[in-house]
């Protein structure tokens, strides 16, 4: 009777591990707006087993071997993310993967403008404060950027209206210069960073690009990271006090998406003497997202700035005067006057309609709006 039980059991082992299926299964989603993401490449490394997630970010892979593998979830524009699995017949679940947007493109050799220092006058790429930061792993051309500035090094030799700025697509170089001027979007660092970079003239989106690259800036509302971050920095560069302040409501059942953010910086002299400085940030984006093919989004950009700026100098007239020393300046009754006074009122109205034709293909539609003085 033992040994009849003991075989009874054992077949019954047998057979639920001959049944038993290993499966995987998660749903992909965007890090900042939690969106779903559809045809991300699900692939099991060294077995072949490849799959692609759906319209609501999901994917399931089935009758897998036992083992160790490793889970590859891939996308264009995207970090890879890699999951070390060991399957022994059981099903399992990953829940919700977060895929962080790739920053940092390959190859990319353009300049890319982090601070409020970037405000220089397009008319003179001599008039900025050493505030750039290469997007290259290069060593000499990041240490070039960030030490000699705009002022004395140049990649190429070219200046900066020879690379492309956009906003959703829209070019911002001006057109009596070719250069970008980006006080016109100065104190939004918070909703600015969705940005695409290019080298040289590879293909991109958006523009055929310019011999130093481009970069666009995408404002869309529901690509904004949701929730509020308020805060303030002081410096002794170009203003002294900088507050900032933004919020992002993320995408309602709706389909609505908004994204609010303000700035205010100020001084009485920067770095250099005789700089003053004073300006204000506004910033509104507002999305609807009509069904899966059609979304509208507005955004409207207000950077109203006054500053005095401060002269190119050379070594000479550091050892001169001082690295604090700007010709620009004098005393008119008593008080400090800089005769070079940089004034920029420059509204910006933007209405963007996307329409998803397929996969591959999108058909963007803009009407676009700044007032120039």
Known sequence: MKRIISFVFMLLFLFSEMNAQNSIKGIVIDNDSKRPLKNVLIQLKNTGRTTTTKEDGAFLMTNLKNGSFILEVQLLGYETQRFPLELNSLPITLGKI???KDFKEALDLSIITITDDELYNDANAADNISGLLQASKDIFLRTAAFEFSASFFRIKGLDSGNGKVLINGIEMNKIYDGRPQWSNWGGLNDVLRNQEFSNGLTPVNYTFGGVLGSTNMNTSASQQRPGTRISYSSSNRSYEHRVMATHSTGISKKGWSMTFSGSRRSGNEGFNEGTSYNAY?????????????????????????RRGKSSPNTQEVFDLKGIKYNEYWGNLNGNRINSRIKDVNEPIVMLNHYWNLSEKSILQTTFFISLVK
């Open 98 to 100: 977060r895929l962080f």
């Open 281 to 305: 940030g506004v910033f509104t984006s507002i999305e609807k997202k009509i069904n899966d093919k059609h979304r509208v989004n507005f955004t409207g950009i207000f950077t109203p700035n």
